[in-house]
């Protein structure tokens, strides 16, 4: 009855786009409009928190291995502390800026966790490259949720964060358990299933 | 000198031109235009096209779909009163 890890992938890159679109939507509009209507401020700091929430049982019925499991639990909490943070400073009960610190700190983890767990190399599958590359666009992006702490009001910023956060979201979209990357699939892989 | 032209933008007319409300309104439905171009592509992921024997999460769990279920979905929870806020944001700035 569990669905296969690759539908997991994109029901949450699912989620992941929802936030990369309100995202971009809040650096053209503004945060002074955004912010109009009480209800919007908490929807993609609330929806990352609550995917932060979902991945524990992700990593309670879907993970194989103690490598996985720890990737698995440090992005549900990197993803609730970041979400939680956010929810805090939007509703005022966090004062101090850095706390935005934790969205650096998630991706750098997220991507760390991405690259230490894949134990394959690039083109054994498709699932390895991504695993390789989704993870390098966490590490190196996480310099701009950094940038995003000292220059808050940049519009250039916010939007890069968007839109990183959307090409995470079409990455794992184009996750398969067993498929070719490029023409490469490893016969230890497996056989495709579909 | 007087022209039988228009005298005055209509405040919708108005609306539409500035770049902003039209970035917004645009970005749910190239989502959407987004997911429905990837089933044109590849129609073998969408289960719905042939649903006999598919289990419910291949029913569920279709990534075309999915990407412009979130595409309607920002643009109907999000994008529209969001337009109706910059519109009134705009109004009261002027």
Known sequence: MLPHAEMVHWLFATGILFVGLCLLCEAIVGQEVWRARPWRKYLWPGVAFGMGVLLWPVMAFFTNSSIHMYAHGSWAEVLMLAGGAELGLVHGRLTSPLWRLTWPLAFAVTGTAFIVHEQNSWLFARSAFLHHLIGWTFVIGALVPLALVLRPRSVVLQACMALTIVSVATMLYTDRDVAPVFDHLSPLAGAPHR | ?94
Not at chain 2, 18 to 28: E, H, K, T
Not at chain 2, 70 to 77: I, M, Q, S, T
């Open chain 2, 1 to 94: 000198m007087e022209t039988s032209l228009v005298h005055e933008i209509p405040v919708d007319a108005a609306r539409r031109s500035a770049p902003r409300a039209r970035a917004v309104s645009l970005i749910g439905p190239v989502t959407v235009a987004v997911g429905v171009i990837w089933g044109i592509l590849q129609p073998y992921r969408l289960t719905i096209l042939h649903p006999r024997g598919q289990g419910l999460w291949w029913l569920v769990a279709e990534p075309p779909l999915l990407v412009a279920t979130a595409g309607v979905v920002f643009a109907l929870v999000v994008a529209k009163p969001l337009l109706a806020d910059l519109e009134k944001h705009d109004a009261a700035a002027r």
